[in-house]
């Protein structure tokens, strides 16, 4: 007999997901600095990131910041289950989990903001600071994507449920007080 699932993730969310993933793939392992289709597929990951902001006002409950915000209570609460080892099951992002997220958002950001001043800003002709920004936050995505991936794998251990998987279809395990 297969758990009850309920529908967590919503198709934009999981569409986001997978847009934004594919462009940092893309852009750090196969485009070239600079060329045309690095900054356009850094457009296309900014476009997403200011859907998934506006989203996290006007989404379903899963999608909005208020549900996940990583508040100092949360994070604090978690830490504690974590150190006891006990499992944090939660519908939605864990607090750390959230922290990771916006930390990736910021990452995100940055790149875009950066990229933008290196390719379009005449003022900046020169200035080295924006290439040193955009190296940066490309490399600090690249350690929070790092450490994303291998939480989402300790945690389908420690949980027992494939958290990966629901990214992709949308569906969690439904707790067993949720009917």
Known sequence: MHAATI???????????VSVA???VANYFFTEEGDDWH??????ACAWLAVRLVWGFVGPRSARWTDFWPTRARL????AQLLEGEPHRRLGHSPLGALVMLLMMTAIAALGISGFLM???DAL????WPLTLHAWAAN????????????????????GENLPLSMITGERRAPSDHR
């Open 7 to 17: 529908r967590l993730w919503d198709p934009l969310i999981r569409l986001f997901h």
């Open 22 to 24: 594919g462009v940092f």
């Open 39 to 44: 900054t356009w597929l850094g457009y296309y």
């Open 76 to 79: 604090a609460s978690h830490l």
């Open 119 to 121: 390719q379009e800003v």
């Open 125 to 128: 002709w020169g200035a080295d």
């Open 140 to 159: 600090g995505l690249a350690t929070l994507v790092v450490i994303h991936m291998a939480a989402a794998l300790i945690e389908s251990l420690h949980l």
